[in-house]
T-cell receptor, first 113, second 115 residues
Framework: NAGVTQTPKFQVLKTGQSMTLQCAQDMNHNSMYWYRQDPGMGLRLIYYSASEGTTDKGEVPNGYNVSRLNKREFSLRLESAAPSQTSVYFC????????????FGDGTRLSIL | QKEVEQDPGPLSVPEGAIVSLNCTYSNSAFQYFMWYRQYSRKGPELLMYTYSSGNKEDGRFTAQVDKSSKYISLFIRDSQPSDSATYLCAMILNAGGTSYGKLTFGQGTILTVHP
């Protein structure tokens, strides 16, 4: 039982390049989330998808786009990467967007030069 | 003032000690409480989930919620070196709020258990 799987685990980009981070969950969860984690800033929500077919902005959406491909998969795209987007990105899922705890993947470490 | 305050530590204890980790919050509408453990270069792992005041026990871990004081705690008994990690508290507002469903995290406490 893999839970939440993120690919790639590491990536280095140059400023201005584009990149899509992939996330898949096998727990039959309806809701999925993208976070970034930075030292001193904690975990911040970028975008979320409460259910298949819907997406909404979180706390720090600028510079990112998302696609809920199907119930299992939720991708995060950086169209024109900037050094400020250097971070560790986590995908999470929960049964519903409500009072349910979220389950996290192991992250993608992204460096933008 | 942050909605959720957590002492970042670091906290260093000897093996076998009882560890107490704490968070305070300012919004009484928080009703659902979680503790996550995060090892270095890994994602947060759910340890405990509770929604009522009082204690919930799971093995060596006890989560305590005091809604009247807006205070939650995680106790680790007989701590082991394998417990060395960052511990994050998190909470969700109750239904009806505009941020219902949004997970609000504390900053995390770095714990080291030395042999």
């Amino acid at each position: 039982n893999a839970g939440v799987t993120q690919t790639p685990k590491f990536q280095v980009l140059k400023t201005g390049q584009s990149m899509t981070l992939q996330c898949a969950q096998d727990m039959n969860h309806n809701s999925m989330y993208w976070y970034r984690q930075d030292p001193g800033m904690g975990l911040r929500l970028i975008y979320y998808s409460a259910s298949e077919g819907t997406t909404d902005k979180g706390e720090v959406p600028n510079g990112y786009n998302v696609s809920r491909l199907n119930k299992r998969e939720f991708s995060l795209r950086l169209e024109s990467a900037a050094p400020s987007q250097t971070s560790v990105y986590f995908c999470a899922s929960s049964p519903w967007y409500s009072n349910q705890p979220q389950h996290f993947g192991d992250g993608t470490r992204l460096s933008i030069l | 003032q942050k909605e959720v305050e957590q002492d970042p530590g670091p906290l260093s204890v000897p093996e076998g000690a009882i560890v107490s980790l704490n968070c305070t919050y300012s919004n009484s509408a928080f009703q659902y409480f979680m503790w996550y453990r995060q090892y270095s270069r890994k994602g947060p792992e759910l340890l405990m989930y509770t929604y009522s005041s009082g204690n919930k026990e799971d093995g060596r871990f006890t989560a305590q919620v005091d809604k009247s004081s807006k205070y939650i705690s995680l106790f680790i008994r007989d701590s082991q070196p394998s417990d060395s990690a960052t511990y994050l508290c998190a909470m969700i507002l109750n239904a009806g709020g505009t941020s219902y469903g949004k997970l609000t995290f504390g900053q995390g406490t770095i714990l080291t258990v030395h042999p």
